[in-house]
Structures are given as structure tokens and as C-alpha cells.
């Protein structure tokens, strides 16, 4: 099968390049299948023998990622598993991309203050950048920006998890999934990843911003994109800034419910004192 379109992502280093050694089958990827390395560095995947085609490594000073292409666009990669007799994995138009990081909450509170990605809490900046691979995998390979799985976290994510699909659904898949989707695999990468928030900012806007191209999106994916504020400073009225600098959804929430449940004793007491008001008019103007 012959392939289209640009193979070289803008930007992505080729200093650990697999494909010479591996070569891989030509075809049309349409499905984007993403991984977690569950390390803090650049795997070395065995000299290649497990790599993606691409890995995204958090550069945290520069608050960007960092590209790595091991394979073509539209060449096979090795990040899978491919039992005989079954649906083909690697081979089935899928490029896949490892983020450097983990899924596994044990991992995330061992690791601490290394500086380090964690799916279900990612940065902005890493949104962005994944976006913005999303959306050029969209523009110019015709990657579906829509994603018709759930992300499970992770490790609930891992083995017969609920959302592992069929060798029918993958044969037929489009769009964006993760490894733990991937039929004939045991893997819970990438856990909870904000696919949803994700592919909103790839599309063009904020998830704020109401949209028509949501229809693809999960429960999970809706909610996730509705609080991506989650985290921001406290506003400088919030009644616990000391003891909550950093606001979450439902922290809004609260704050809204106990403003307006306020409302009706607040009216209730301003109606008593004009009453009284006028009261006292009425009697100053009876005793003049």
C-alpha cells in the first residue's frame, strides 16, 4: 500500500531511527494508538525492537515536548502485541506515540518531586502539544479527531478491563484510542488520558467554548473538558484561599451555591429594613 503524505513529523528528532533496521509495511494510518513509557527518560525500546513511530518527551524547562520519529508516518511500528490467529495489530494502519511518563498512580506519588508527566494531571503545555500532533496527524494524514472508546484509569485499565475492543470494532476503528483498547494486548496504558481535552484543543477551541463536534465524546471526555480550569489560583474573594490556593471545579461550585443560597435571607432583610424605613418617614412626616 502506498503511502501519502508528509512522513516526518515538524521538528521530530531522527537521532534514534528504527526503521533502517526494521523496515515495517507501508500502509495509511487512520488510527492513533497512545502509549505511556512509564519511565522518566527516552526509552532505548531494545534497540528498537518495541518502538512506536513517534515519543513525546517532556522538556519541563521550556515547558514544551520534545519529538522523537523512530518510524514513517505510514510504517508499521513494534509497540504492540500481534498474537498468531488473530486480528493484526501493528500492521492494522495504526501509528503510535509513547509519552514519556506514567499512568499508575503508585508511580506518580513513588516518583514524588521528579519532575515527571502523569496522564490523568497533565500540564497545559502538554495538552498543547499533543493537540497540535492530533490535528497535524488530521490535516494531513486524515486522523479522524474524534475517539469512540473510554479512557479507563489506570490500574483498573489493565487486562480484561470493559474496554477493550473486539477484533471487529479494531479492524473497523478510526480515530484515537489507547493500548488499553488494543485487542490481543493486556496493557492499561495511558490510564486517563484527557483524550476529550485533547481533541478539543486540536480542533480549534477551548472546552469551555461550546462545540458541534463533540458528539464522539464520552461522559468522562465532557467532563474532563468542561473543568479543564481545574487547579487555577483561587480568586482573591475566595473565603479559604489559605487553606484551598488552588480551586477546583467543585470548588466553583460550592463557592456559586453558597453565594446565591445567601440570596434569599439577604433579600429578606433588606425588605424588613425598608420597611422600617418607610415606617419612620411615616411618622416624621405625621409628626411635622
Not at 518502538?51 to 508516518?73: C, E, G, I, M, S
Not at 487486562?159 to 484515537?176: E, P
Not at 432583610?269 to 422600617?276: P, T
Request: charged share 20%; with cysteine; proline share 7%.
Amino acid at each position: 500500500m502506498a503511502k501519502t503524505g508528509p512522513q516526518r513529523y515538524p521538528g521530530a528528532s531522527t537521532a534514534y531511527w528504527h526503521q533502517s533496521r526494521y523496515g515495517g509495511d507501508a500502509m495509511e494510518s487512520n488510527v492513533v494508538v497512545w502509549h505511556t513509557t512509564e519511565g522518566t527518560s527516552l526509552p532505548s525500546y531494545g534497540g528498537g525492537a518495541s518502538a512506536p513511530n513517534f515519543t513525546a518527551k517532556p522538556d519541563f524547562t521550556a515547558k514544551r515536548l520534545v519529538w522523537y520519529q523512530h518510524f514513517d508516518f505510514d510504517v508499521s511500528s513494534r509497540a504492540l502485541v500481534n498474537r498468531s490467529g488473530g486480528v493484526e495489530t501493528n500492521t492494522l494502519n495504526v501509528v503510535q506515540v509513547e509519552i514519556v511518563g506514567t499512568c499508575d498512580p503508585a508511580t506518580h506519588k513513588k516518583w514524588g518531586s521528579t519532575p515527571h508527566l502523569y496522564t490523568p494531571d497533565l500540564p497545559d503545555w502538554a495538552v498543547r502539544d499533543l493537540a497540535a500532533f492530533a490535528k497535524w496527524a488530521h490535516d494531513h494524514h486524515g486522523v479522524p479527531l474524534t475517539s469512540g472508546v473510554t479512557f479507563k484509569a489506570y490500574p483498573s485499565s489493565y487486562g480484561s478491563n470493559g474496554v477493550r475492543m473486539s477484533g471487529t470494532k479494531w479492524n473497523s476503528y478510526r480515530g484515537h484510542c489507547g493500548h488499553q483498547h488494543v485487542p490481543e494486548n493486556d496493557h492499561g496504558d495511558p490510564g486517563l488520558l484527557p483524550m476529550g481535552t485533547i481533541l478539543a484543543r486540536a480542533k480549534g477551541y477551548t472546552p469551555t467554548t461550546p462545540s458541534k463536534e463533540n458528539s464522539d465524546m464520552d461522559k468522562g471526555d465532557v467532563f474532563n473538558a468542561t473543568w479543564d480550569t481545574d487547579g487555577l489560583p483561587a480568586p482573591e474573594f475566595a473565603p479559604d484561599v489559605k487553606k484551598n490556593p488552588k480551586w477546583t471545579a467543585s470548588s466553583y461550585i460550592r463557592s456559586i451555591y453558597n453565594a446565591v443560597a445567601g440570596l434569599p435571607g439577604a433579600l429578606s432583610a433588606l425588605r424588613q429594613d425598608v420597611a422600617a424605613l418607610r415606617a419612620e418617614v411615616a411618622a416624621l412626616k405625621k409628626e411635622s
